[in-house]
């Protein structure tokens, strides 16, 4: 600060963690630069001794937001005489001065004893001050203009920066050549694990056993180009706290005005293109040929140079991210959550056909997905890849899916119908288009209402849907739903008598007369029932006097007597001379006699009969045939049913273990950095541990997740997930720990843990299956932590079902055996 051109410095406790002696030696080199150099300085200490006090000229004594004493020190002393407090002999002015203004330490110094003592508060000091002769001057100056002909030349600022733009990047360039070269050890580190990275990824997917003939030998090569993309990525991780650290130097120097932003960012990223360039060359010089890539020289430029810009990517939204977060650890989580969603949406692990049409967006905008098409573009457009391959044609004559053909039928009041079939039948299809609530998608044919054409503004005011969620406002009470939706739905032209008449009628045609005024409350917590919320819902609707009613599974998650009394409050509707329509599934016998027709062409229950039973029986293959009913399309259809929605979902619980691992890995690393001596400290006294955060994380991550992928609901799979998944979260973290222990610091914990979060994810049985890995590195899959967490997550959910899918180029199989010889054997 003092070799640039400021004349006035403010220097805030510069003495502490300084010994008294280098104290008094940087405090007389500043009273020497105010004396002889013309320059202000205003300083604040912690207990000052008696000689750096001395060195002092002017003091400013503050206390409650008032100033008790400014001015020279030769005279402080003086002035709390007038007041009537003496500082005894020996004692340190300035303790004095911090003791004086102190209720409890006040009175000892209180000179004359003959007069009662009573506390003097800040502002009675500040008063005193204005009328001692020091304060009159401060005053009497003030009240002076000020002669601008005595204005120091250094007071008057034309420019921003004090030097050119040139000569600022010039000394940038310089420093930041410096620090290059005071951190090679970091880069050659970095240099070494592409090396060593490369070697083995070469000798995984060895060119002697990498082929052109098949789909598996494709998907190997882009199992090596993926991997590539993700060392590249975390290649750029380092960035991260190498960033972090320099940020404070940034800001106080950008504060100052030293230079502008772009300045120091320019040769930040300039002079580590070279580096980048030198590990994208050393990368791609091993792994190309020994892999066995297309042979062409362009392709081999190409490649080398779409890895050379993901890794600009990659270093350049990992300087962003530090510098948006600017703390290390939410830095690291912030780099990780990128990290997940950029290789999810990228195309490689998610395909671009399964990512749901909400996150499209994010496959586009994602840089990744540009990288990694160009890259497989690159590969399999090379002549050895145009092979003939067999076609397997599946018989789809047209693009859109027709999910309800040749559906006729009519519903007549005081008739209750029930829409039945298996899952999947198209009953709540049917249900929607006849509701006029299906908004996507393609509709044909006719629907008439007494003979006339259905006009779908008129029909929502005649008609009522009963959802299958039962969704009301909790803080209200059962009369006070039905008041509301009275008044909003039914004509201006009934009166509030009356409608408050028909809602008194609604209710004891539910049966809720007893709960009227019982509060909603949240389903399953507190208030209603689930069947009392069931016939709320139907009630809601009966308030707006529809002659149409239809019903979405009533009874289901009910048990034989709350869906009794559903069945009753449907007949109750029906009785009144409405039109009532349910969906319905395994009705006991008791709810079955309560229709008084199903959809024409299924057989009608025989006497005595189990309703589940004759479900069972028109479901058959038979049955499907007389129906006219292709459940095979629907299968087809099926997103989990076929080998890529395996893979898909293998590719899920891969990214989940892999990456909240890496985020829990390097967070634990920023921790336990920072605290390293308390964490040992605490973790010996039982206050730490890692076990509680890894069980919660685990608990929220599988609560989510299980129900979402459609995982199997048994408990021992979901306790195996479960199981499987906190110990993963719980080996991650151990091992940052791990790293950081053995490492000087942050940043070479970072590189450590980056070298093998790589060997994790190519052992992982991931990017190539076990049966593919060679016999010389099988070793390392069986010692991989990952490998076994995607083995047992594998097994686990997979590994015990019979179901047959179809997998391209080969014969139809059971689940469970095309997991055996793709991922296990």
Known sequence: MIVGPMR??????ISVGVDSSTTYQIIKCLQQIVHFGEATILMSLLQPSPEIFDLFDDIILINEGHILYQGPREFVLRFFDSCGFHCPERKSIADFMQEVISRKDQQQYWADHSLPYSYVSAQEFSNQFDNFFIGLNHKYELSIPFDKSNSHSASL????HTVSYSELLSASFAKEWLLIKRN??????????????AFIASTLFLRARMHTNTLSDGNMYIGSLTFAIIVNLVNGFPQLSLTVSRLPEFYKHRDLLLYPAWVFTLPNFV???????????????ITYYMIGFAPEASRFFKQFLLLFLMQQVAAGLFRLIAA?????????????????????????????????????????ISPLSYGFNALVINEFLAPRWMNKFELKIHEVNQDQLQLLTGVTGAFRPKILTALMGVSGAGKTTLLDVLAGRKTSGYIEGEIRISGYPKMQATFTRISGYCEQNDIHSPRVTVRESLIYSAFLRLPKEVSDEKKMAFVDEVIGLVELNNLKDAIVGISGVSGLSTEQRKRLTIAVELVANPSIIFMDEPTSGLDARAAAIVM???RNTVDTGRTVVCTIHQPSTEIFEEFDEAIPGIPKIKDNYNPATWMLKVSSNAAKINLGIDLANYYKASTVEDANGIRTVIGSMYVAVMFIGITNCTTVQSIVAIERTVFYRERAAGMYSALPYALAQALIYIIIIYPMMRFEWTMEKFMWFYYISFCSFLYFTYYGMMTISFSPNPHVAIILASIFFSL??????FFIPKPKIPKWWIWYYWICPVAWTVYGLITTQYGDLDDIIEVPGQMKQPIKTFVKEHWLS
């Not at 006035?8 to 406790?13: N, P, T, V």
């Not at 977060?325 to 830095?331: F, M, N, T």
């Not at 056909?353 to 994010?362: E, F, H, L, R, Y």
Request: proline share 3%.
């Open 8 to 13: 006035i410095y403010f220097m805030d406790e």
């Open 157 to 160: 600022v034309f420019e921003k």
């Open 184 to 197: 090679l050890f970091i880069h050659i580190i970095k240099l070494i694990q592409i090396i060593v990275l």
């Open 271 to 285: 002079l580590r293109v070279p580096i980048s360039m030198l590990e994208s060359i050393v990368w791609v010089s």
């Open 324 to 364: 948006l977060c600017r703390s290390l650890i939410i830095s690291n989580t912030g780099g990780s959550l990128s990290l997940v969603i950029m290789c999810v949406l990228a195309g490689f692990i998610l395909p671009k056909g399964a990512i749901p049409t909400w996150w499209k967006w994010g496959y586009w």
């Open 568 to 570: 009753r409050t449907v």
């Open 760 to 765: 994790f994810q190519l052992f992982s049985g």
